[in-house]
Every structure is written in C-alpha cells, then in structure tokens.
C-alpha cells in the first residue's frame, strides 16, 4: 500500500511559479511511474507529466516547456516544478503512483491540492 501526500498548491498570478510536493510512504518508491494529473472544473482530468523509475519525463503538450517534473528516491518524492503559469492550468493537481509487479497492476492516488491562477 502506497500513500500520496501532495502539497504546494495555492493562488498565483498568471506568470509565477509554483512548486508541487507529493510524499510516498510505502515501499519500493524508486520503482514506481510517478505522475501528476489535473482536473479543471466540468472537465476529466488529464495528465500533465510522468517520470519513470529511469528518469524518463513525459509532458502533456499544454504543459512542455514550462512544467518540470523530477523525483528524489531518497526523500520518496516527487515534484511538479510550474512556470510562466496560466489561467488555464487552474485545477485539483493530483499525484499519481503505478506499478506492475508480478502480474498486478498497483495504481494509487493522492488527495489533491488546488492550483488557481488568476490576476
């Protein structure tokens, strides 16, 4: 059982920078695709980025060039860097944790934090 604590979410002028926490308890994190998904209101929620147990990033294209994500095995986290912020990522961030070990799949996610960016 994994359990996803995000944190860093908040109010933001269109252009600023937020920087998204999610913490892992459980084991075996460094083996896990980690990921950030969002969900707007009226809307499904989508992926933003993914970063494998390699290192290997992947970006919604709403998002290249402007989010970073990254992972410190050691810490058992995972961040979401934001730049040049726009209204439009205004959303419930969500973090996400999935695996296939011996033929089970293992998905879990976490709470949530709101993003809002606004003048």
């Known amino acids: 059982q994994v359990q996803l604590v995000e944190s860093g979410g908040g109010f933001m002028q269109p252009g600023g920078s937020l920087r998204l926490s999610c913490a892992a308890s459980?084991?075996?994190?460094?083996?896990?695709?980690m990921g950030w998904y969002r969900q707007a209101p009226g809307k499904q929620r989508e992926l933003v980025a993914t970063?494998?147990?390699?290192?290997?990033?992947n970006y919604a294209d709403s998002v290249k060039g402007r989010f970073t994500i990254s992972r410190d095995n050691a810490k058992n986290t995972v961040y979401l860097q934001m730049n040049s912020l726009k209204p439009e990522d205004t959303a419930v961030y969500y973090c996400?944790?999935?695996?296939?070990?011996?033929?089970?799949?293992?998905?879990?996610w976490g709470q949530g934090t709101q993003v809002t960016v606004s003048s």
């Open positions: 459980g084991r075996d994190f460094s083996n896990y695709v």
């Open positions: 970063i494998t147990s390699g290192d290997n990033t």
């Open positions: 996400n944790a999935r695996r296939r070990a011996l033929g089970t799949f293992f998905n879990y």
